[in-house]
């Protein structure tokens, strides 16, 4: 049984990890770290890693980047894996994040939903089969409250796309006014509305055919079990920055 440390225990992903574990015949939530304790978890939930007692395989973090040293000083010191989610990093920290990496396994990608990242492989197979007879388009669909455009999904996807061109296109993101015909670019549209959850497009477009690959988020919870997976997968692996593709480059 894989011993979970959730970081972010109380916010809302970390109900759906905690929530998720509970059927979960090959881990579980032993404890957590947050400012809050959450109603239901049977775990000792504390304010920062250094109070953490308990032994653990792996810790998921869906909190915030103010957790970055803490957390990893923890790992660091215990040799314990990392399973980073939270978003947010500034570029120091996503350094210091690869530094760390050199030394534990660390775990980190832009969307943990299982099926977005296969989306991401099938992507990328699409465009280096199809080539330059077909242009390509995302559009990606996100809640009212999401700030950025376009989506870390959306560009995960377009440099998926962009490889199999030797990331030699350029990205237009929306057009607007006389643009005149369109040149070699992927286009990135997002849309905002209501409370979608993401969803994400991908269309290849050739002469008289379209080919479209998509995926739609229904619940937070995709995410959280993608997290799970990743925490299962990367206990026991060596030192190293690992992501999706990793899991799935066997399917």
Wanted: aromatic share 6%.
């Amino acid at each position: 049984m894989i011993k979970i440390l959730v970081c972010g225990v109380a916010g809302h992903m970390g109900k759906n990890i905690c929530e998720l574990l509970k059927n979960d015949a090959g881990a579980e939530a032993v404890c957590g770290v947050d400012l809050h304790t959450p109603e239901n978890f049977s775990g000792n939930v504390y304010k920062n890693f250094s109070e953490v007692s308990e032994k653990v395989d792996a810790v998921i973090d869906f909190s915030s980047p103010a957790c970055l040293n803490d957390e990893m000083e923890y790992c660091l010191k215990n040799n314990i894996p990392a399973v980073i989610a939270a978003t947010g990093y500034t570029k120091e920290q996503l350094a210091y994040i690869g530094e760390c990496a050199k030394k534990i396994a660390v775990f980190r990608t832009a969307n943990f939903s299982v099926g977005v990242n296969l989306l991401v492989k099938l992507v990328k197979e699409a465009a280096e089969f199809l080539g330059e007879n077909f242009d390509i388009e995302i559009v990606e669909k996100h809640h009212n409250l999401k700030k950025d455009a376009p989506s870390g999904t959306a560009l995960m996807l377009a440099e998926s796309a962009n490889s199999a061109f030797d990331e030699k296109k350029p990205y237009v993101c929306g057009r607007e006014g006389n643009v005149g015909a369109r040149g070699r670019e992927i286009g990135m549209h997002a849309v905002r509305g209501g409370t979608i959850v993401g969803e994400h497009e991908v269309m290849f477009c050739g002469e008289d055919e379209i080919i479209t690959l998509a995926h739609s988020a229904r619940s937070k919870k995709v995410f959280a079990a993608g997290a799970i997976r990743a925490a299962k997968w990367i206990t026991g692996k060596p030192a190293g920055m690992y992501d999706m593709k990793d899991v799935l480059k066997n399917l």
